[in-house]
C-alpha cells in the first residue's frame, strides 16, 4: 500500500527531524531549523559563530541541537553591524540567549570589523551570516574573517533575498562550492575548506543530478513549513476577512473567465479569416484552371489538322493541369484539414470531457515530450487507445460499438456528437441515461451528463451507475461477496470510486512497538520493502513504548540509524498503545497518518491505495484495508485468526484482492486499527485519541 522516499544523495538523519524546545518570534530563520540541525549533527562543529544578531534563532538553533547531541561545541553570537559599541546589550540578546534549559552561550558586542579578533585563524568550524547589510563585509573585513576558518569549514549566508546577502551570495559562491536553499527568505550553504565532511559533499558535488538537487530543497523546505506552522500563532480570521477573500476569489475566477474569453474570441476570428482568405485563394485556382481549360479547347480545334503537333500540344498541357490540380487540392486539402482539427479542439476544450491533468498524470510520456495534452489526444492519443478522462474508456468503447472503427472517427468526439444523445456509455462505470433519470436536475439543465459528472456530479457524491439493486446491502454481505478466484467475481453494488487522481499528499506511518522481536522484525521489513511501489509514503515513526525486550530495542535503533526517513520516538516509561500512536501523530506533522500494529504484514502499493481510497471524497475520515485477521474486514470471508488461503501467498492474496476491488469501497461502522489511515483534518477536528478514557488498551477506534 505504500510510496517511494525522494531520492536526496545525502542521509537524512533523525536531528533534522529535532523539536526545539525554544525559538523566538518573529518565526525568522525557522524553516531552516531542520538543516541546522543536521548540519550540527554530520559537522560536528568545534566553534560556532552567528555572526549578525538581528534575531536568535540561528543561535539557538545550532546550540540547541549541540546540547543534544552533547557535543563539547562553542557557540557565539557577535552582534556585529548592529553592535552596540557603547558596550549595552542588543536586544535581541535578552533572555532567549541565557535560559537554563537552553544551554549557556557566549556573545561578543562588537562591529563585524573588530569582533574578527576575538577568534584565532583556522578556529571557525561554522560561519553563520544573518541580514547583512550592503557592503558591511567586503575587502579587508571578509579577508580577515575567512582566515578564521578551518579546513572543514562551512559558511551560511542568510537572507538571499535581501541586497547584502545577495551581493555577499554572489561574492562567495564565485569562490567557493555552494548549494542555495530559495524558501525562508534564502539561505546559501558555502564549502569554504578543502576538507569538508563526507556527508556534505553531495551537496556541493558539480555532477549532482539537477533532480537529486530538487529534491534536497524540496525535503528541506518541507520540514522547515511544517516547524514554521506548528510554532507560528494563527491569526484568527474574522467572518469579514473570510468574506473579503471569497469576494476576492470570485472576482480572480471572473476575471480569469473573461480573459478566457477573449481569447477564445480572438482565436475564432482568426481562424474565420483564415477560411475567407483560404477560400479565395481556392477561388483564383479554380478561375485559373478554367481558363487553362479553355484555352486548351482552342488549341485542341485549331490543331486537329495536325494530329502530331496536337498531341504534342495535349501532353504538355495535361502535364501542366496535372500540377496546377495538384496545387488546389494539396492547398484547399491542407486547409481544410487545419480548419477541421481547429474546430474539432474547440469542441472538445468547450465540451469538458477532455481532462489534460488526468491524460499527463496517466500517460507521462506527453508531459516528457513537452506536447500540449490534448493536441496528442487528437493526433495519436485516440489512435492508442488511450483515455481523455477517468471515465471515457476509448478501447472498451469501440469494442461495444464497432460501428465508431467503421466510420473512423475519434470516439471521444463520436460520443461528444452523437454517442451521448444516443445514450451509449462511455465505459462501464457510466450510464448517461441512468443519471439522467436519477438526476432530474441534470436533464433540466439540458447539459451532457458526462461533462457534468466529470465537472460536477462526481465531487458532489453522485453516482455514475446504480448503486444498489434488488436488496438491502449492509457491510457484512457486501463483504462475503470477495473471493479470491478472480473468474467467479461478479459485479457489485459496492460503492465504486475513480483513484485517477492528483497527486496524493504524503503520508506518515507511525509504528508503535512493545514486545515481539519476530512479529516487529518482519513487519518493519515488509514495510521497507514497499516503499519503492508507493508515490505517498513519507516517514516511517517507530515509537518505542520502553518494553521488556532489549534485543528488540536494540533492533529498533539500528533501523533509525540505518535507514533513511526513519525516526525513532522513544518513551520513558510504558505509556501503552494510545499515548504512543498520539505521540507519534504529533510527530508527523501536517501530514496524514497511519496507524500500523506491530505484528502487521504489508506489501504492493497499500499506502498508495489507502491515500487514493481518503482523496477520491473529503468526507472520508479514515480507510481500513482489508486482512486475513481482522474481524468485519477478514478477507476473503469474516472471522477471527483466519489462515491464508492454501497454496497462496500474501503478496497473491493482495494482487487478488486489488484487482477485484478496484476502485471500490464500503462505508463500516467502525475503522478496524491493525492498519488504519486517518486524514489530518479529520485530527484537526476530533483531536487526538482519549488516553484517560481508553488508557493503555486498546478499542481506540471507536473513538
Not at 68 to 84: E, F, M
Not at 285 to 314: D, I
Not at 375 to 390: C, E, F, M, S, V
Not at 528 to 536: I, Q
Amino acid at each position: 500500500m505504500m510510496g517511494s522516499s525522494l531520492s536526496l544523495g545525502i542521509t537524512l538523519t533523525t536531528p533534522a527531524f529535532f523539536e526545539p524546545a525554544q525559538v523566538a518570534l518573529p518565526a525568522v530563520f525557522i524553516e531552516h531549523f531542520p538543516f541546522g540541525f543536521w548540519l550540527v549533527d554530520v559537522l560536528r562543529p568545534r566553534l560556532v559563530v552567528s555572526l549578525g544578531v538581528r534575531t536568535p534563532n540561528p543561535h539557538l538553533c545550532f546550540l540547541q541541537m549541540a546540547a543534544h547531541l552533547g557535543l563539547p561545541t562553542r557557540c557565539v553570537a557577535v552582534s556585529g553591524w548592529d553592535g552596540d559599541r557603547a558596550g549595552r546589550q542588543p536586544a535581541a540578546f535578552g533572555p532567549a540567549f541565557n535560559r537554563d534549559d537552553v544551554r549557556a552561550c557566549e556573545a561578543v558586542l562588537a562591529p563585524a570589523a573588530t569582533a574578527c579578533r576575538e577568534f584565532t585563524p583556522g578556529s571557525i568550524d561554522l560561519l553563520c551570516l544573518d541580514a547583512v547589510p550592503p557592503g558591511a563585509l567586503a575587502g579587508e573585513v571578509l579577508d580577515a574573517w575567512l582566515e578564521r576558518l578551518s579546513p572543514g569549514a562551512v559558511i551560511l549566508v542568510h537572507g538571499l533575498d535581501a541586497p547584502g546577502g545577495a551581493d555577499l551570495w554572489r561574492v562567495l559562491s564565485a569562490r567557493y562550492g555552494s548549494f542555495p536553499f530559495p524558501h525562508g527568505e534564502g539561505l546559501g550553504v558555502l564549502a569554504a575548506g578543502a576538507q569538508i565532511a563526507a556527508p556534505l559533499r553531495a551537496l556541493f558535488d558539480p555532477s549532482c543530478d539537477e533532480n537529486m538537487r530538487q529534491n534536497i530543497q524540496m525535503a528541506f523546505a518541507r520540514l522547515g513549513r511544517d516547524l514554521k506552522l506548528a510554532r507560528t500563532p494563527k491569526a484568527p480570521q474574522t467572518a469579514h476577512a473570510l468574506e473579503t477573500a471569497a469576494a476576492a476569489q470570485a472576482e480572480a475566477l471572473r476575471d480569469a473567465a473573461r480573459a478566457r474569453v477573449e481569447i477564445l474570441a480572438t482565436e475564432s476570428a482568426r481562424l474565420r479569416t483564415l477560411v475567407r482568405e483560404q477560400a479565395a485563394q481556392a477561388a483564383v485556382l479554380e478561375l485559373e484552371l478554367l481558363q487553362s481549360e479553355g484555352q486548351l479547347l482552342q488549341q485542341v480545334q485549331r490543331m486537329r489538322s495536325f494530329p502530331w503537333l496536337l498531341r504534342q500540344m495535349a501532353k504538355t498541357l495535361y502535364t501542366g493541369l496535372r500540377q496546377l490540380l495538384s496545387r488546389v487540392a494539396k492547398l484547399f486539402g491542407v486547409r481544410t484539414a487545419t480548419y477541421v482539427l481547429a474546430k474539432n479542439r474547440k469542441r472538445l476544450e468547450q465540451s469538458g470531457l477532455f481532462d489534460p491533468v488526468y491524460y499527463l498524470r496517466r500517460y507521462p510520456d506527453v508531459g516528457a515530450a513537452g506536447i500540449d495534452p490534448l493536441t496528442h489526444y487528437l493526433d495519436h492519443g485516440a489512435k492508442a487507445g488511450r483515455d481523455p478522462n477517468p471515465v471515457f474508456q476509448t478501447q472498451w468503447y469501440v469494442a461495444r460499438y464497432p460501428d465508431v472503427t467503421k466510420l473512423g472517427e475519434n470516439p471521444l468526439l463520436h460520443y461528444l456528437l452523437h454517442g451521448s444523445k444516443e445514450g451509449r456509455m462511455p465505459g462501464p462505470d457510466f450510464d448517461p441515461l441512468w443519471y439522467l433519470s436519477a438526476n432530474p436536475d441534470v436533464a433540466a439543465m439540458g447539459m451532457d451528463p458526462l461533462a457534468h459528472f466529470l465537472t460536477l456530479g462526481r465531487a458532489e457524491g453522485r453516482a455514475g451507475t446504480p448503486l444498489v439493486h434488488a436488496e438491502d446491502l449492509t457491510f457484512l454481505k457486501a463483504a462475503r461477496r470477495h473471493t479470491l478466484e478472480l473468474a467467479r467475481f461478479a459485479p457489485s453494488p459496492i460503492r465504486r470510486i475513480g483513484l485517477d487522481l492528483l497527486p496524493m499528499d504524503e503520508v506518515a506511518v507511525v509504528l508503535p512497538v512493545h514486545s515481539g522481536l519476530e512479529e516487529t522484525r518482519v513487519c518493519i521489513e515488509s514495510v521497507l520493502a514497499s516503499r519503492a511501489r508507493n508515490t505517498s509514503f513519507g516517514p516511517l515513526i517507530l515509537v518505542d513504548d520502553c518494553g521488556p525486550e532489549p534485543e528488540l530495542r536494540a533492533y529498533l535503533k539500528q533501523v533509525a540509524q540505518s535507514v533513511p526517513d526513519v525516526l525513532l520516538l522513544v518513551n520513558a516509561e510504558n505509556e501503552g498503545f494510545v499515548a504512543s500512536v498520539n505521540r507519534g501523530m504529533v510527530a508527523a506533522g501536517r501530514r496524514d497518518v497511519i496507524l500500523l500494529n506491530s505484528d502487521t504484514e504489508v506489501c504492493g502499493d497499500w499506502v498508495d491505495r489507502m491515500a487514493a481510497q481518503a482523496a477520491a471524497d473529503p468526507g472520508i475520515a479514515t480507510v481500513t484495508p482489508f486482512s486475513n485477521n481482522a474481524t468485519i474486514c477478514s478477507y476473503p470471508d469474516i472471522g477471527e485468526g483466519l489462515d491464508l488461503p492454501a497454496g497462496h501467498t500474501l503478496a497473491e492474496l493482495d494482487q487478488a484482492c486489488a484487482t477485484a476491488n478496484a476502485g471500490r469501497c464500503v462505508d463500516i461502522p467502525t475503522a478496524v486499527g491493525f492498519c488504519m489511515f486517518i486524514r489530518r483534518a479529520c485530527l484537526d477536528d476530533v483531536g487526538l485519541f482519549d488516553v484517560d478514557a481508553f488508557g493503555k488498551g486498546y478499542g481506540e477506534e471507536s473513538d
